[in-house]
């Protein structure tokens, strides 16, 4: 079975390719590669520099069975950044893939969503509960969703928020940058912290975006746990022996606690935790963490 990945030299794609590999599918990559090429080791994978703003460069879905699109601005102080480069990624560029797929309607589309697209809510929220976006890049990707939607054979995945190791690593996700801080300096500055996020390990979710291709058309939620900001900081100084300096400055409105109807909770929060803080440690220690190459919103490396 042939499968496209678009955005797949990104922090999820790489670690999903591989997977992808060993489950037997063929592999294309359609990737601008703007954080360069951290899979191009890999055999049998054939890589496409190209963008999906681009109808000519999205010409072979038609030679593919599934389409995972990643591709993306991630993030919303990366969307902030340039809004409309934002929208014609995010928004304009999904309506490419999805115009193109109409003319094939036995391929199936995966779509990279977020919990993003919930925002602010009292109490827990599910598949079903109406969407409520409260920054730029939650409402995109509640666009881009809409869109998706008026295929018949797709999947929309609203991701938890990440952490892990990736061969293309982000330090601008709030564990890995948690992590960072912890064993760099030895301390965690949480900024609120009473705010509820959903949470899941990389690993988990690129073992079930590989399931997902063949779950049936629908929207799912997919995460590990749910856990105050703070919380969360106050384990990773308990795994590092860090301290933990709170400030009453919030930056980050997002405040939702995620469930699912349609998955039970992915993964063991605890034990992937504890995992990531290991092997970033082990990978980072000596490594310029403040780096450009690590953030999305670095105006130099978009």
């Keep these: 079975m ?44 054939n890589f496409i520099k190209g963008d999906i703003r681009n109808m000519n460069d999205l010409k072979i879905i038609k030679d593919m069975d599934i389409v995972v699109h990643l591709a993306a601005v991630v993030g919303d102080p990366a ?23 109409k003319m094939f309607p036995d391929k199936k589309l995966l779509f990279a969503s977020s919990c993003s697209v919930y ?13 409520n976006p409260v920054d730029y890049y939650g409402m ?21 928020t990440l952490y892990g190791l990736s061969p293309r690593m982000r330090f601008d996700l709030v564990i890995n940058s948690f992590i960072k801080n912890a064993i760099k300096g030895g301390k965690i500055t949480v900024f609120g912290g009473h705010q509820h996020r959903p949470f899941i390990d990389i690993e988990t ?32 100084a308990e795994l590092t022996g860090a301290e ?43 490594e310029d963490t403040d780096d450009k190459i690590f953030y999305n919103n670095r105006v130099d490396c978009i």
């Excluded at 340039?82 to 928004?91: G, L």
């Design 79 to 101: 969307c902030n950044m340039d809004i409309s480069r934002a929208y014609e990624t995010n928004v304009n560029g999904t309506k490419n893939i999805v115009e193109l797929m």
């Design 140 to 160: 995109l990707k509640l666009a881009g969703e809409n869109i998706v939607k008026t295929l018949k054979n797709h999947v929309i995945m609203r991701f938890a």
């Design 2 to 45: 042939k499968i496209l990945v678009t955005g797949a030299c990104g922090y999820i794609g790489c670690r999903l390719v591989p997977k992808l590999l060993e489950d037997g599918f063929e592999v294309e990559i359609l990737d601008k590669m703007t954080f360069g090429n951290k899979i191009s080791h890999l055999k049998d994978v």
């Design 119 to 131: 925002g602010k809510s009292n109490g827990f929220v599910n598949e079903d509960s109406e969407a």
């Design 244 to 286: 933990v300096e709170t400030s009453k400055d919030i930056t980050d409105k997002r405040d939702y606690g995620v469930v699912s109807t349609r998955l039970n909770e992915l993964g063991d929060f605890d034990k992937s935790l504890k995992e990531q803080v290991e092997k970033i440690k082990e990978n980072f220690q000596d």
């Design 205 to 236: 979710l690129t073992d079930n975006i590989t399931l997902a291709t063949a779950w049936p058309a629908d929207t799912y939620n997919l995460l590990s746990k749910n856990a105050t900001i703070l919380e969360v900081a106050k384990r990773i």
